[in-house]
């Protein structure tokens, strides 16, 4: 059985950082792409990074770039997300997801498997 768990949320001050975890399990991270989605209230989930199986490349929404940062650790079948320079319309909740196709994808659909979400609030 896959699960994805993502935990590192909380409430933080604009211009604060936080860094989000999702670990795996049930699947071995090194054989998907690993992607990071956000959903604020009222909005659509939005795609916000993903690295490659490879672990050599990542991609960001133009929203984040250069704040947010993808890493991950094969070993402890983890990944990552730093977000620093936090901003208030960076609240939301945020999900890990692992896609097979391994198509470096923004897309949510592309994305078989979700964790539960963790909720990322930034005060102005």
């Known amino acids: 059985q896959v699960q994805l768990v993502e935990s590192g949320g909380g409430l933080v001050q604009a211009g604060g950082s936080l860094r989000l975890s999702c670990a795996a399990s049930g699947l071995t991270i090194s054989n998907y792409d690993m992607g990071w989605f956000r959903q604020a209230p009222g909005k659509e989930r939005e795609f916000v990074g993903v690295?490659?199986?490879?672990?050599?490349?990542?991609y960001y929404s133009d929203s984040v770039k250069g704040r947010f940062t993808i890493s991950k650790d094969n070993a402890k079948n983890t990944v990552y997300l730093q977000m620093n320079s936090l901003k208030p319309e960076d609240t939301a909740v945020y999900y890990c997801?692992?896609?097979?196709?391994?198509?470096?994808?923004?897309?949510?659909?592309?994305?078989?498997?979700w964790g539960q979400g963790t909720q990322v609030t930034v005060s102005s």
């Open positions: 690295i490659v199986w490879s672990g050599g490349t990542t």
């Open positions: 997801a692992a896609d097979g196709y391994r198509l470096g994808s923004s897309l949510t659909y592309n994305y078989a498997y």
